[in-house]
Every structure is written in C-alpha cells, then in structure tokens.
C-alpha cells in the first residue's frame, strides 16, 4: 500500500455510449442550467455570471457536496466542454462529444481533490463509499440524459 497517496485526490473516466445526434448531445450539456431536470443528483444549479455558477449535488450517501464551476473551454466545433471547480471539490471536470456508430460515445473525465472537511478526515476509511457513491451518480446522469435526448427540447422562452 502506498501511504504517500492523497486519498482525498480522484481522477475519473466514464464512457457513456448514447443513440442521439452529437450536435444534440453537446447542445444538452452546455446547458447546466438544465442539468437538475434530467441529473436527479444535481440538486440545484445557481448561475452566477455569464460563464460562472454554483452546483450542489447530492448522490446515495447522507451529504451535499457545493461547488463554484467556471467554464474554462466551450468549444462547440471538436464538441468539448470544460469547467473548473472550487469548493468542496476542487479541480475540474471535461466532455467530450465524440461521434459513433450508432449515435455518440460521451467521455467524462474529472480530477478533484476533495476539500470538505469531514470527506477529508474519512479519506482512508471511507473511500471505497466515495468511489460506489460516485459511480451510482454517473450511472444515474447517464440514465438522466439518454431519457432527455429521447425526450422534446425544452421550451426555452
């Protein structure tokens, strides 16, 4: 086991195969305004400035986590968006649309230090929790945005 390891550092690759259109999968995700509607772990999304916000999200275990995101890359052509975090999780998160036969391969990748403090001191002993709680909120947005992409687009006034 290696103790020199900040057990309070995660980095995360997830891979979601979709069956929609990548331009409609991109348009869904730029929008985290949205994200509450079809993400049931993200809580509640506050905008704070044209490119900046608050998230706090919540999976199966009993606390919230809230973060400042500020878009660092929105890059509609290669269909890239990237934010930054601080907060209770600092560092960033990325997707990548990319197109598939059928429809689309979706790619999540986050590297986060955790900074709340209580995840903090559970760091060693209550990892694996962190790891199962993360992995239940993916399979959830993933869930959440195939129902959307099948669903109408909002109707935005």
């Known amino acids: 086991m290696d103790w020199s390891m900040d057990w309070s550092h995660y980095r995360f690759h997830s891979v979601w195969p979709l069956e ?25 999304v506050t905008q704070t400035g044209e490119t900046t916000g608050i998230l706090r999200f919540r999976s ?6 809230v973060v400042t995101a500020r878009s660092t890359r929105q890059d509609p052509a290669r269909r890239i968006l990237e934010v930054a975090m601080t907060g209770d999780l600092e560092g960033w998160v990325r997707w990548t649309v990319t ?9 999540f990748d986050q590297e986060v230090d955790v900074r709340k403090p209580l ?20 399979r959830a947005g993933h869930h959440g945005l195939r129902t959307r992409l099948q669903a109408p687009p909002p109707h935005v006034i």
Not at 99 to 107: D, F, I, K, S, V
């Open 60 to 65: 199966v275990l009993p606390y919230d986590l």
């Open 119 to 138: 995840m903090r001191r559970l760091a060693l002993p209550g990892r694996p929790f962190f790891l199962a709680n993360h992995t239940l909120m993916m």
């Open 99 to 107: 197109p598939a036969r059928p429809g689309t391969l979706l790619h």
């Open 20 to 44: 929609a259109d990548p331009d409609a999968v991109y348009r869904v995700l730029e929008r985290p305004d949205f994200y509450p509607q079809w993400w049931p772990q993200i809580r509640e």
